[in-house]
């Protein structure tokens, strides 16, 4: 006799834990400006309202080079070393062994080690995580995280998994070298080509990392996500690889991440504003209930245009990027972790939260998340 198929039914996936590593340097504009000549301290902060980054890695202006940290023994001094603390916190939070963990993936575009994932591997060897647990550094920046988070929802959703890490870092101050960021690139034909030294000017380091894992509770967890792709250069980065060695460089610029200011400019409300209404298409009841907003941050005044352009309240937009800069994949859970460390928000709470972002080239995402 042949039995019945037994539906397949979803399970839900919450938010068990959220961690953050941010530096406690701070670098003012001015000695960006003094290490990195371009524009001045005060049309940076009028364009971008932002004051102040933290780094890692600290600036020898007058050469106009990163300075590997002196620190004590055990302080971190790498992109690993603050992804490592910041995914500890978590599992802290989460009251979870890292030997429950079936996935870690890393997301950076600044990894220690180019190639063979060395940086999630390593976080997988220093926590103790299973042999059969997956370790992978996914080379993506600003909008890779909550990509590579509906990516982690889905293996969980279906059963292949119970439990992933997501960490997304940013360690960009030790690239600080005057040559490599005061050059151009040339991008499209007809438009001037771009200056290198705004992406210094606006970048931070920080690691944020966030647990995600089943849970038996359907009211809760991850309600909406969403995820996609449409090509756009809006950050220019061609050194190294394939593409060096057939066409050269023009400049030594080519290493540097090179923003194209009016492309992302344009870009970040379309594809901000398609995260929003893509992730509350099925469920745009729950618009008015959202009591905190984690999103990508490309400077303040972008973010604070954008906020008011769409008609969000200001207050519930969590910002922080004028006090530690662009901090690329890393930013949203580390706003996240913020507001649970303060208590704005509460793990089994019931509040509602939405994290979207869009960046690079382009990889965007958004969920829709009741703690």
């Not at 913020?338 to 208590?343: A, N, P, Q, V, Y």
């Amino acid at each position: 006799m042949i039995q019945p198929a037994i539906p397949f039914v979803p399970r839900s996936v919450r938010i068990a834990g959220a961690g953050a590593y941010v530096p406690p340097r701070v670098v003012e504009t001015a000695r960006m400006v003094e290490a990195i000549p371009g524009w001045s301290a005060e049309w940076i902060e009028e364009k971008t309202g932002m004051r102040e980054r933290r780094f890692l890695w600290d600036v020898d202006t007058e050469a106009g080079v990163a300075v590997v940290p002196k620190v004590a023994a055990g302080e971190p001094q790498t992109n690993t070393d603050m992804c490592e603390i910041a995914l500890r916190r978590a599992l802290d939070m989460a009251e979870m062994d890292a030997t429950e963990l079936d996935a870690v993936l890393l997301v950076t575009c600044t990894p220690d080690r180019l190639n063979f994932s060395y940086d999630a591997m390593e976080v997988h060897r220093r926590l103790g995580c299973r042999v059969d647990t997956y370790a992978l550094t996914i080379d993506d920046g600003c909008g890779g995280t909550p990509y590579i988070m509906d990516m982690a929802y889905r293996m969980i959703r279906s059963g292949a998994v119970n439990s992933v890490a997501v960490i997304g870092s940013a360690c960009t101050s030790a690239l600080i070298d005057r040559d490599v960021w005061s050059g151009e690139v040339s991008h499209t034909p007809g438009r001037k080509p771009l200056n290198a030294a705004f992406g210094m000017y606006v970048f931070g380091d920080a690691a944020g990392a966030v647990v995600l894992r089943s849970d038996p509770d359907p009211k809760l967890g991850i309600l909406a996500s969403v995820a996609g792709n449409d090509y756009q250069e809006l950050v220019v980065r061609r050194g190294g690889g394939l593409h060096e060695r057939l066409y050269g460089k023009s400049s030594a610029a080519e290493d540097a991440f090179v923003i194209d200011g009016q492309l992302v400019a344009r870009s970040y409300r379309v594809f901000m504003k398609k995260c929003i209404t893509q992730v509350l298409a099925d469920r745009p009841e729950l618009a008015d209930e959202v009591k905190r907003y984690y999103f990508h941050q490309p400077n303040k005044r972008l973010l604070d245009h954008f906020v008011a352009d769409v008609g969000l309240p200001a207050d519930r937009v969590a910002c922080n990027v004028d006090r530690y800069g662009n901090t690329s994949a890393a930013g949203m859970l580390v706003l996240l972790a913020e507001d649970l460390e303060s208590g704005a928000v509460r793990l089994g709470s019931g509040d509602l939260v939405l994290i979207a972002a869009v960046g690079a080239n382009v990889h965007y995402g958004a969920q829709l998340v009741r703690l």
